[in-house]
């Protein structure tokens, strides 16, 4: 079945380091790949998408995320995180071969002062 | 700049009450989905709608669940007799179509369900 995961159920960086969160899919298509955030409360934002081309996407707030497809793996990178980075992030995957959308389990940022 | 919206922002209802929930998908858009979200949860699929009928269900699509786009803009989402464990975040999304280079979800707001 197709299923995305994120394999850290919570981080928790300082402000102004570094930020990795992961991501892999199964199934032998490559999806489309999403990255979302929500803040407490909140709807679903999207950070960034990758449909096909150049691996590595740029999206808003400062966020990138670098497609590999040798890894199955689609991980969110920011350089420096600032303490309103704090949310829940999701990565998504789009099998457009069945008009199917799964999202992952989430992975709870903690910005530590 | 076009956008899925949502309402109720907020509901809350008594065990067994049925619940409908609605959604303005963007106007030129045809593809539809349902997905909820239990508080402190995953993301969930539910249910996906094409050209007036279901195109596919999760096993959580149950017989209390329906959807219908009853007048060309609106999509709805009811469910019959609402339990508890079906408090949670509900979000519509919208998508224009499916094909290389799109299949992009625009989600809306959400709606918040609370059953007593």
């Known amino acids: 079945a197709q299923s995305v995961t994120q394999p850290d159920i919570h981080i928790t960086v300082s402000e102004g380091a570094s930020l990795e969160l992961r991501c892999n899919y199964s199934y032998g298509a490559t999806p489309y790949l999403f990255w979302y955030v929500q803040s407490p409360g909140q709807g679903l934002q999207l950070l960034l998408k990758y449909f096909s081309g150049d691996t590595l996407v740029q999206g808003i707030k400062g966020f990138e995320a670098e497609f590999k497809r040798s890894q199955s793996s689609f991980n969110l990178r920011k350089p420096s995180v600032h303490w309103s980075d704090a949310a829940e992030y999701f990565c998504?995957?789009?099998?457009?071969?069945?008009?199917?959308?799964?999202f992952g389990a989430g992975t709870r940022l903690t910005v530590k002062p | 700049e076009p956008e899925v919206t949502q309402t109720p922002s907020h509901q809350v209802t008594q065990m067994g009450q049925e619940v409908i929930l609605r959604c303005v998908p963007i106007?030129?858009?045809?593809?539809f989905y349902w997905y909820r979200q239990i508080l402190g949860q995953k993301v969930e699929f539910l249910v996906s709608?094409?050209?007036?009928?279901?195109?596919?269900k999760s096993e959580i699509f149950d017989d209390q669940f329906s959807v219908e786009r009853p007048d060309g803009s609106n999509f709805t989402l009811k469910i019959r007799s609402t339990k508890l464990e079906d408090s949670a975040m509900y979000f519509c999304?919208?998508?224009?179509?499916?094909?290389?280079?799109?299949?992009?979800?625009?989600f809306g707001e959400g709606s918040r369900l609370t059953v007593l």
């Open positions: 106007s030129n858009h045809l593809y």
């Open positions: 709608f094409y050209n007036n009928e279901i195109s596919e």
């Open positions: 998504a995957a789009f099998w457009y071969n069945n008009n199917d959308m799964r």
């Open positions: 999304a919208s998508s224009p179509h499916t094909g290389v280079g799109t299949g992009e979800l625009f």
